[in-house]
């Protein structure tokens, strides 16, 4: 079974630019989360999609960041315009349904390492 | 709002030594609690986690972690260190009913031959 996939492994920006970053989900999990590291700090949450709706975003920092989930399957997290501040580690991670207040074992990709010059 | 503390963001054992590294939560509520590993040029990796069952739990790669509520503590362990092992750590918190984990600023474990 294929894990969380995250597009690009890295990409490299001006100040200014948009980039548009992806995650594929493994199969059958509604559940799809963002996260994201800036270097030297802890692992943050960004937002957390059950199937196409925004379930919680409350760890958005601002406007300039989009997050989509069309249809359910993949995701896309775009940074319009970009700041240097926005560079770090964007992890995805996916897990399956449970009931209510139950856990289930999250998932994640590879990370996607942007760096905004 | 949770936290989670993970004291000294760099330790470093001789291969064979017992690995200990620290996290605390800070939870009105039993959380779950979990540990992550990231190996160089790879995503995070699960290796155990509490879910209010046994407050001793194994995970992979003969680490284990004992849930203590009264030092709201969740130490990560393994007897003997292998050169594997090195890699970073994370803990990580998250409360019933919300999905979101919260982390720790993980720990980066060198293992000297």
């Known amino acids: 079974e294929a894990g969380v996939t995250q597009f690009p492994s890295h990409s490299v920006i001006e100040k200014g630019q948009t980039v548009t970053l992806r995650c594929d989900p493994i199969s059958g999990h509604d559940n799809l989360y963002w996260y994201r590291r800036v270097m030297g700090k802890e692992i943050k949450f960004l937002l957390h999609?059950?199937?196409?709706?925004?379930?919680?975003e409350s760890g958005m920092p601002n406007n300039r960041f989009l997050a989509e989930r069309t249809g359910g399957t993949y995701s896309t997290l775009k940074v319009q315009p970009a700041e240097l501040e926005d560079s770090g580690v964007y992890f995805c991670a996916s897990s399956q349904v449970l009931g209510t207040g139950g856990y289930n074992e999250q998932f994640f990709g590879p990370g996607t390492r942007l760096t905004v010059l | 709002a949770q936290s989670v503390t993970q004291l000294g963001s760099h330790v470093s054992v001789s291969e064979g030594a017992l690995v200990l590294l620290r996290c605390n939560y800070s939870s009105s509520v039993p959380p779950y609690l979990f540990w992550y590993v990231q190996y160089p040029n790879q995503g995070l990796q699960l290796l155990l986690k509490y879910t209010s069952a046994a407050t001793l739990v194994k995970g992979i790669n003969g680490f284990e972690a004992e849930f203590k509520k009264s030092e709201t503590s969740f130490h990560l362990t393994k007897p003997s260190a292998h050169m594997s092992d090195a890699a970073e750590y994370f803990c990580?918190?998250?409360?019933?009913?919300?999905?979101?984990?919260?982390f720790g600023s993980g720990t980066r474990l060198q293992v000297q031959p």
């Open positions: 999609f059950v199937k196409e709706s925004k379930q919680d």
């Open positions: 990580a918190v998250s409360e019933a009913g919300r999905r979101a984990l919260t």
